[in-house]
């Protein structure tokens, strides 16, 4: 064999390899909790109101959410309630349906006695009678500083997992379906090998759900966060659930969602728009995205043509004000062609269509490359007009002084209407017989 050959040979193995990993996405049915209704206020600089909660949670049931989280009941200050308080207590008063709906608790005690001290989470998530619990431990050295050494720590969760199967009456009737959450997963498993290993083992006979594992800094590169998962799957077989969450710290959290799916992780919980505690975190909204981009069939469970709606609306509330233009997938600059290169087709792999989560393209002028398509579809937007209506000549001519305008040393917003008419008015000064010049109709 030749080495043109052997390369090529190298070259497919490289691809078949790219494509099993494809396939193997394709194929994962994750295990999905929403948590649009805490993460996504924790972020925000205004909060949510009760009336607020009520709007969104019908919202998230009807877009196809079976497993959403309704708030954390809080542990430092337990006697200042808070909305997520008021939000359980009005659903359980009104006799709504918390079928798969979860809450965040922490551990209890084991007194000295031995008796059992349940936290006053878990005493409200008995008292709110919601039906299952992420349950939340800190296993690094600086996360359990002050709370509880090792033994203890195993010892007060053996007794707080059996507490809550004594008094959580769970979906339908039966048990409740317990996640033991690792606030500072990757934090411990990278650091505390050995302590991680223990816990997770020890877990790993416990009736229970399963085990969530955060990176909540968002600091730990995919391949990391792929180990700390592939370590876990290890220590906790099958039908155990895994699931992961990832902040977006240093801007891996897409990746590394996607690294854990492929290194033994079950599902992901985090909110559906991309708002989150830090900067924003790995979102349920963006991985349905990236799932239904690579032809996963499990995501005709959701309603994904109304992704895009919902998630900016959701975020909006939030926040008070617009979606960032610039956030991958459900930010308004995602789907603004600059050229129409870029544009995204239905019948390419990889590639995932505005229209496919409920958008359209628009269009958004840069003098260095916008090119015909894009000026006249962003002429179409200002002014009303079909884009079809604009001469490639005078489009031509508009690319043109664009382009003289940046070597004069003029830096000028075409994208604005006001500039891009006045840009269109110069054009047309460039023909003998006059073409008559739009007004502006949209923003």
């Not at 206020?41 to 949510?48: D, E, L, N, Q, W």
């Not at 043109?400 to 003029?410: E, P, S």
Request: glycine share 8%; proline share 7%; net charge negative.
């Amino acid at each position: 064999m030749d080495a043109s050959a052997a390369l090529l040979d190298d070259a497919r193995a490289l691809l078949a390899d790219a494509d099993q990993k494809l396939a193997q996405l394709r194929a994962i049915e994750p295990y999905l909790i929403d948590i649009s209704l805490r993460e996504n206020p924790v972020g925000s600089g205004i909060g949510h109101t009760l009336a607020d909660k009520l709007r969104i949670l019908p919202q998230l049931r009807a877009f196809g959410m079976r497993n959403i989280h309704l708030g954390s009941l809080d542990y430092p200050m337990p006697d200042e309630l808070e909305v997520d308080d008021d939000f359980m207590l009005w659903l359980r008063d009104h006799g709504d349906d918390m079928r798969g709906c979860f809450a965040f608790t922490d551990i209890g005690t084991v007194r000295g006695d031995g008796s059992f001290a349940p936290s006053p989470s878990m005493r409200k998530l008995q008292a709110y009678k919601v039906p299952n619990t992420l349950h939340e431990i800190y296993l690094s050295d600086e996360g359990m500083a002050g709370l509880y050494d090792f033994d203890t720590l195993l010892r007060d969760l053996r007794a707080s997992i059996g507490w809550l199967h004594a008094n959580i009456t769970g979906d339908n009737g039966g048990a409740p379906r317990i996640l033991i959450n690792i606030v500072d997963g990757c934090d411990a498993l990278t650091n505390r090998l050995e302590r991680s290993c223990a816990l997770l083992e020890m877990l790993a006979g416990q009736d229970i759900e399963g085990v969530s594992i955060e990176d909540d800094r968002g600091t730990y590169l995919p391949f990391q966060v792929g180990a700390c998962v592939a370590i876990a799957r290890r220590c906790l077989p099958q039908p155990k659930k895994l699931v992961v969450h990832v902040h977006a710290g240093a801007g891996y959290e897409n990746a590394s969602v996607i690294e854990a799916l492929l290194r033994g992780a079950d599902g992901v919980w985090g909110g559906i728009p991309k708002q989150a505690a830090i900067i924003g975190h790995a979102s349920l909204g963006e991985l349905i995205a990236n799932l239904v981009r690579i032809g996963n069939p499990h995501m005709a469970a959701y309603q994904v043509e109304r992704l895009l709606p919902l998630a900016t609306s959701l975020q909006e509330l939030d926040s008070g004000q617009p979606v960032p233009d610039d956030v991958p997938v459900l930010g308004r600059n995602a789907y603004r062609l600059t050229l129409d290169f870029f544009r995204q087709q239905g019948s390419r792999p990889m590639d995932l269509p505005p229209e496919r989560i409920g958008g359209r393209y628009g269009y958004r002028i840069c003098p260095v490359v916008s090119d015909r398509p894009v000026i006249a579809g962003r002429l179409a937007e200002v002014t009303g007009r079909p884009a079809a209506s604009f001469p490639d000549e005078v489009l031509d001519s508009m690319i043109r002084l664009m382009r003289r305008d940046l070597r004069a040393g003029l830096r000028l917003a075409y994208d604005m209407p006001a500039e891009l008419l006045e840009l269109h008015r110069r054009a047309l000064a460039f023909f003998p017989s006059p073409m008559q010049a739009p007004s502006c109709e949209t923003p």
